[in-house]
């Protein structure tokens, strides 16, 4: 059984016709970024509940998740119509993997993400963790339109802090637009386009790789790294990827 926070919303960005960020006041219980909570509505006498990650760093007074409606989803439509004074609904502890805590030793960190899995990387890159502990951080993010690479503005302030430590890739599919890889992440990977825009090799040597998004993309990365000797990391069993799939 979930026990239910009640948080009230503070601020309702709308960044797409689709794609919303809530920032929300709760007392929500100490967690590590990366980490998800359950957010909940009350439909039809029901509490609706789903995964979310939280966009803010566990040091940030507003929680903040970042999320796509889907047409015909019992939630997310409902969430998007939120605005400010209105309350959800929020478990009381936030779980998950997608944490440093569980990623072991290596000199570079690629993050990569499509669509709203961006929002635990940016969680993890606004602690200091990353910073001190990886050599070079790249994170890929690839969306249909150039219209869905949000949050510029954190990524912008990233890379005004961290300068030749983090690198920022962008990739569209569906548009050709200067500055951004016109392929998916997969194909960007088979093609040694997303590293040579990086800069720098993907090796089973150097890198640790965290997947967030559809399954589709962790699916086709995963096999494509397996080429590269890069398996799952397992607690008992070390390796190189950690994935979180969110549909
Ligand atoms: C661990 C975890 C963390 C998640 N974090 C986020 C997050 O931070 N932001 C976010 O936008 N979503 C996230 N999701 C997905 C989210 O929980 C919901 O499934 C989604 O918002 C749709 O909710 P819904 O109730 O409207 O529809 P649902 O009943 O949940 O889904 C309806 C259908 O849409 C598919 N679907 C689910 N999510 C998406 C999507 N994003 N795009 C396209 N199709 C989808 C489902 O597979 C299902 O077939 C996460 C999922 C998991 C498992």
């Known amino acids: ?103 072991p030793e290596a000199r570079h960190l690629w993050l990569l993400a499509t669509g709203t899995g961006i929002g635990p990387f940016l969680s993890i890159l606004k602690t200091d963790e990353p910073w001190t502990r990886f050599e070079r951080i790249v994170l890929g993010h690839s969306v249909q339109h150039a219209s869905e690479l949000a949050y510029r503005e954190l990524i912008d302030s990233l890379h ?4 030749d430590q983090f690198q920022y890739l962008p990739l569209v599919t569906r548009e050709t637009v200067p500055g951004a890889l016109n392929q998916r992440i997969p194909a960007s990977i088979a093609s040694g386009e997303l590293e040579a825009q990086a800069g720098i090799a993907l090796t089973a040597e150097t890198a640790h790789v965290m997947l967030c998004g559809n399954s589709a993309m962790i699916t086709d990365v995963t096999e494509e790294l397996a080429k590269r000797e890069m398996h799952r990391h397992r607690r008992r069993e070390p390796g190189h990827i950690t994935t979180e799939k969110y549909h």
């Open 1 to 103: 059984m979930t026990d239910w926070l009640q948080g009230t919303i503070i601020e309702r960005r709308q960044w797409t016709d689709d794609l919303f960020s809530l920032r929300f006041e709760a007392p929500l219980a100490e967690f590590k970024a990366g980490q998800f909570a359950r957010i909940a509505l009350d439909i039809d006498g029901e509490r609706v509940g789903r995964p979310y990650s939280l966009v803010n760093a566990p040091h940030e007074p507003l929680l903040e998740i970042y999320f796509n409606v889907v047409k015909g989803g019992p939630l997310s439509p409902r969430l998007a119509a939120l605005e400010p004074g209105d309350t959800l609904w929020l478990s009381n502890t936030a779980n998950g993997f997608m944490i440093l805590d569980e990623v």
């Open 160 to 163: 005004a802090a961290h300068d």
